[in-house]
């Protein structure tokens, strides 16, 4: 460590910390479900909030009727019957049919187990391939006690698998091509988190891995087509002018989105100059992303890039998304250790850390964009990181 306002965060302090979260985390989730009944909270919202919305629309797809997950008064009523009548709050799916084949199997098992299972089996797949990336067992620790798997845990979520599929696609880009492009290509069942990777998969010659995910994602959309119908993908397409509408209006609650949008819609700004401005914020990221991948620097700086010049691009993300910056705060973290650290970065990265924790009540009391900053912030020591790496390698030269 380069800073000595660095020094407080020892080893024996990044060991006990993250145990002390876990404990934390773990004495949380018991007194939810020992204050649970049946499928229902304590504050009378189900066990896995949006889990519910999963679950029916694979129910409603495994009896036949894929269409009607688009149907507002058909998809709630099936949540009604999954976890009971008392469910007075209806939990959307915007999602594409594609999502569908891999939720289908988890509506055989009764809600609970299958809310277990899901959480289970993506989270394994979240810690495997980011633990891939750093190759520390310590990893696995750090992972788990990352306030955004907490958060993904009580949303009943997806985010392991997006960050699980982003990290996996990342890991294997060099060493297994078609392997990447499969990942990525998986990806495309939230579509908002892959907005930058065609790009810099072609700006950077990728052809192996782009070729190998356009593939995988057009299969994924036959495959989809096949199981559940053309009537399935029109009523899709129909209900995007919805999820158009809760982006835009802030029906899920703009306080909870984390994005530059979100926040200057929460501050009163107009439509069209929130769309500008977070454009104008989102090509400033992209632009900064493709610059770090075009030059000759460690791949640890790249999938930082990458990944957080994604969330910064994307104007629909919740707080739930972060999970994904626990691939960037792994690799910069295992880039530092072997290379030394910037003035402060630790500082930082453990503000990113905590952020997930901490945004959505910032959000809602104080109205600054926190999460962009904070990413923005990360994406420019990122930058730094990668400068100061070519100017190394320029004197070496010299």
Known sequence: MTDRADHWLTRDRLIIYPRIFLFIYAAAIFYWLFMASGNFDMRGHPL??????FYAAASLAMQGDPHLIYDFASHFAAEKDVVGEQLNLYYSFSYPPTFLLLLAPFAKLPYLLALALWL?????????????????????????????????IGHGQNAFLSAGLIAGGLYYLDRKPFLSGLLIGLLSFKPHLGILIPFVLILCGHWKVFISAAITTLIFAAVSWLAFGTET?????????????TLNN??????????????LRYNGLGLAGAYILHSVLALFAFAAVVWVWLQDVDKHIKYAALCSGTLLTSPFLLDYDLTV??????????YGVLNGFRPNLINILCFVWLAPLIVRILNLYIGIPWTPILLSTLLYQIVMVC??????????NE
């Open 233 to 245: 993908w029109l009523a899709f397409f129909d209900s995007t002018a919805n999820t158009q509408n």
């Open 48 to 53: 896995g909030t949006d889990f519910t919305s």
């Open 387 to 396: 400068r100061e790496k070519l100017s190394e390698q320029q004197i070496i």
């Open 325 to 334: 910056l626990a691939v960037p705060i792994a690799c910069l973290v295992h």
């Open 120 to 152: 289970g089996t993506t989270l394994f797949l979240f810690i495997v391939m980011v633990q891939k990336i750093t190759k520390e067992k310590e990893t696995i620790i750090l992972l788990l006690a990352f306030p955004a798997v907490f958060l993904t």
């Open 250 to 263: 802030g029906v899920v609650g703009l306080y909870k989105m984390q994005s530059l949008f979100a926040s």
